[in-house]
């Protein structure tokens, strides 16, 4: 019995100790009286990055000198500061940082190549030139120099026409919305009356001070670029405006640069489309139109805020369970490079104001396991039978969402003594800081990783038993986008798997409240109804495991009829069996029915048995792809966001999903995912796998006043599948094993060398830590 006589072996090596007797405990959580404090706060041990963060975002002085190059005469760019500029001027809409050459960075991570040369992308609001359009460009080498060039930046989009985007399909930045104002203003002053009997309100334009709804916008605004509408719905005013929405809509065609060639399309209300005022206000004066569920003017019923009649459970003046990092913290940082080591981890971390977190060359105990993880696009789709619900479609991208990111609250968004980082992106001609944008910190993953015991003893009920920590180390951040909180997380766990995470909460995009469309959603308030949506969320998986040749493997459990020479009397029956095949070419699938396929990376190379190393993609919850395959708002623009996954071959020209003002151009989007699948082999090639979190968002009246994180969740596992020659907890520290002595009935435990903690800690409120919004 070879594993009997191991563990002989390993208990006589060990010293043993004298169970805790029953005030041990008493006395560790009394540990205070001892006077000594654990210092969560302490900086985590340092540590240096082996290379340079070739994929950070570029710095202040870059942007500053590349603003200030495109700005420059000699560039023959032609561009007025945005300060000043017009429709039909050209100006600089925003610098960010373009993703770094893959095929540039490998030779330098993986060997003596080169640092490659960071670019920055410009896009540029080209209004003054004969075709308006909005045209990106690359700029670089960095930082500029006279080697440095303007170029057009058309690689990375495969919709034919680069990147540029035709005026109508472009960014409804600011100044669009400002040329189509006066209209709105007039259109909505002509039927104020109207407005004023049914809703008490009216829209008298941005500035007036008889205004008092609140218009709100949608997208898309272009189907293919050709023309442009504005659909707006009305509000109340407040801070819970999104659900105090009233029974308005205008719809104004908004196409071209010319603002006095724009014109109402129409008004929607009461579920009837009036193409003028003029028949709006026939069919008031005929009392056809009605307010039939008045919208609350006070919004302290959709507030997030403690609400006194609902009264208060027991104890609750009690400070909640924390997660405190009472060993001290158990990772490294290098914050120049934004490069973080734990417990055998290690990867880098970068920003883009476009896509916000992302992480590069992510290695467990030395070996790369992915070369990015990245969120792509973080989309919603609504339905209804109004302007609004029905034809809004979010691209977040779109708006810069990687530069909301929230000031996380220590002890509530982070647990108290987490590394609280801040974020910075291009803005303008410098740069923004994000404070506390950031969060890091370790965990209890809340279950042992492993466990086990031997044989029952009649005093304790076993005779051996051992079990070891779970913990992981979370990157947290919480994008505020619009009337969403999205939070993303990414928990890399001590056995080498990758869980990420993301959850919503906020205000519903809601609706007035129409009595025969509760198939869109139920009542949630007086006047308000929660609108059906979609929730999906593309992230980029680019794995390298063991080198760039890898390949996707299916491996199917299949029912199979089969008979046994030992049970004759059974003759044919049925039995599982696993059926492996690899996939040939790229392409979008789904999770199979009854969770009956595993996928996985493999590499080519194999494992002490003889099997090929791979990491697993193991579903986790609300797995789900966009409902609706063919709605004209998500078209073609869209094709990421209706399968489970998809996996394709690396290419520098593929780094995005999407593109970031695709969301107006559904019938010829700018960049065509669906373009990526054309039919390369991916048979031990450079794979990146794509997958979709996300809810199909079921409203409901506890969305009010906001949707909660525990209900809106979704999450995937990425996990070791023969990558290694076994589990990866032996060397873990962090484990009790317990002895019961049948002769002396006592316990005898071994600590590893890791004893409990034995302090006193204080918590910080963390109010005096939060900094305000800096602008460089
Ligand atoms: C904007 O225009 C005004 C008036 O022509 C000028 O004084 C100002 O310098 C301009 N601002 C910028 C940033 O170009
Ligand atoms: C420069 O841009 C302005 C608009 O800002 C435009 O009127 C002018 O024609 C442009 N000049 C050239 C040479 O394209
Ligand atoms: C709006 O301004 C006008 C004068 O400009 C004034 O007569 C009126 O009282 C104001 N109304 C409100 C609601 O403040
Ligand atoms: C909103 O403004 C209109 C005038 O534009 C006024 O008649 C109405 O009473 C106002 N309603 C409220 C609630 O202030
Ligand atoms: C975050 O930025 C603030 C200024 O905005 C600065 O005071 C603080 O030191 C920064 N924190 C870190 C960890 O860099
Ligand atoms: C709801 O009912 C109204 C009145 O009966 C009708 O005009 C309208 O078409 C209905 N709307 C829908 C979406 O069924
Ligand atoms: C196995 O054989 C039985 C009897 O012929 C048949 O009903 C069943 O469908 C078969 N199962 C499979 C998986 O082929
Ligand atoms: C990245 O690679 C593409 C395709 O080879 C190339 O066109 C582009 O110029 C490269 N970008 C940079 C910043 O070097
Ligand atoms: C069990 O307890 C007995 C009696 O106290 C002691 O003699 C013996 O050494 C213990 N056995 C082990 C394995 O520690
Ligand atoms: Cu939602």
């Not at 709100?216 to 293919?224: F, G, K, M, N, R």
């Not at 442009?228 to 071209?256: K, Q």
């Not at 049925?574 to 493999?602: D, H, I, P, R």
Request: charged share 20%.
């Amino acid at each position: 019995m070879v594993v009997q006589s191991l563990l002989v072996a390993i208990l006589a090596a060990i010293p043993t100790l004298a169970r805790p007797d029953a005030n041990f405990w008493k006395r560790v959580v009394d540990a205070r009286d001892t006077g000594t404090t654990c210092d969560i706060y302490a900086d985590p041990p340092k540590t240096k990055a082996p290379k340079s963060n070739v994929w950070s975002q570029i710095t202040t002085e870059d942007v500053k000198a590349v603003w200030d190059l495109v700005h420059a005469p000699a560039t023959g760019l032609n561009l007025t500061n945005p300060d000043n500029a017009t429709l039909t001027d050209n100006y600089v809409y925003f610098i960010d940082t373009l993703s770094t050459n893959k095929t540039a960075v490998l030779p330098y991570i993986d060997g003596e190549g080169p640092s490659p040369s960071k670019y920055a992308r410009v896009v540029i609001f080209e209004g003054g030139k004969e075709e308006p359009v909005s045209q990106e460009y690359m700029v670089g080498p960095l930082p500029v120099d006279k080697e440095t060039k303007v170029e057009k930046l058309d690689y990375i989009f495969n919709g034919g026409k680069g990147g540029a985007v035709p005026f109508n399909g472009r960014a409804f930045d600011g100044k669009r919305s400002s040329a189509t104002t006066p209209l709105l203003t007039k259109v909505m002053g002509d039927v104020a009356d109207i407005t004023i009997a049914l809703f008490d309100g009216a829209y008298l334009g941005p500035t007036h001070n008889g205004t008092n709804i609140t218009a709100a916008d949608t997208t898309p605004v272009s189907i293919d670029g050709s023309t442009a509408y504005r659909t707006i719905m009305f509000r109340y005013p407040g801070l819970a405006s999104y659900m105090l929405p009233i029974d308005f809509y205008v719809i104004m065609d908004v196409t071209g640069t010319d603002a006095s060639k724009y014109f109402l399309r129409g008004y929607v209300t009461n579920e009837r489309f009036f193409a003028t005022a003029a028949e709006l206000r026939a069919a008031y004066d005929a009392g056809e139109i009605i307010n039939e569920f008045p919208q609350t003017r006070d919004s302290t019923w959709a507030l997030l805020d403690i609400q006194k009649e609902m009264g208060k459970r027991d104890l609750e003046e009690r400070l909640a369970p924390q997660s405190i990092e009472l060993g001290g913290k158990r990772y490294r940082l290098d914050t120049e490079q934004q490069y973080v080591e734990y417990m055998g981890w290690s990867f880098y971390m970068a920003f883009t104001r476009t896509l916000g977190l992302m992480f590069y060359d992510i290695r467990f105990k030395g070996e790369r396991i992915l070369y990015e993880l990245s969120m792509q696009e973080a989309a919603a789709q609504y339905g209804g039978f109004q302007p609004k619900a029905a034809n809004t479609v979010y691209h977040d991208t779109y708006y810069a969402i990687g530069t909301y990111a929230a000031t996380l609250v220590e002890g509530f968004d982070c647990p108290y003594g987490a590394s609280m980082l801040n974020i910075s992106y291009p803005q303008g001609r410098g740069s923004s800081v994000h404070p506390q944008g950031l969060c890091l910190y370790e965990a209890d993953s809340g279950f042992p990783v492993a466990r086990h015991r031997t044989s029952g003893s009649s005093t304790y009920g076993f005779t051996r038993l051992g079990s070891v920590k779970g913990s992981a180390l979370h990157v947290r951040t919480i994008l505020t986008i619009g009337n969403y909180d999205y939070m993303f997380n990414y928990a890399f766990h001590v056995d080498g798997s990758i869980e990420v995470e993301v959850r919503a909460s906020g205000y519903l995009q809601s609706s007035p409240y129409y009595k025969n469309q509760t198939r869109f959603g139920p009542r949630v308030s007086q006047g308000t109804q929660g609108s059906l949506h979609d929730h999906i969320l593309t992230f980029k998986a680019d794995f390298d495991l063991l080198g760039q040749k890898n390949s996707l493997e299916v491996t199917d459990l299949k029912v199979v009829n089969q008979s046994h020479p030992w049970f004759p009397e059974f003759g044919t029956f049925e039995q599982m069996e696993l059926q492996t095949s690899t996939m040939k070419t790229e392409q979008q699938f789904n999770w199979a029915a009854n969770g009956q396929s595993m996928y996985c990376v493999v590499s080519e190379k194999e494992n002490a048995w003889g099997t090929k190393r791979g990491y697993r993609i193991i579903p986790g919850r609300s797995n789900i792809h966009l409902s609706i395959p063919n709605s004209p708002f998500t078209k073609k623009n869209s094709e990421f966001l209706k399968s489970h996954l998809a996996v394709t071959k690396v290419h520098d020209t593929e780094p995005y999903a999407n593109s970031w003002q695709n969301v107006n151009m559904p019938a010829a989007p700018q960049q065509d995912f669906a373009k990526f699948f054309d039919g390369e082999d991916i048979e031990n090639e450079d794979l990146a796998l794509w997958f979709n979190l996300g809810m199909h968002h079921f409203t409901r009246s506890e969305d009010v006043p906001v949707t909660l994180y525990s209900e809106a969740v979704s999450s995937i596992t990425f996990a070791p599948q023969n990558f290694f020659d076994r589990a990866q907890e032996g060397d873990l520290q962090n484990r009790r094993w317990i002895v019961s002595n049948t002769t002396s009935g006592k316990l005898e435990y071994e600590d590893y060398g890791v004893p409990l903690a034995s302090c006193k800690v204080e918590l910080e409120e963390p109010v005096d830590k939060i900094l305000p919004w800096v602008t460089l």
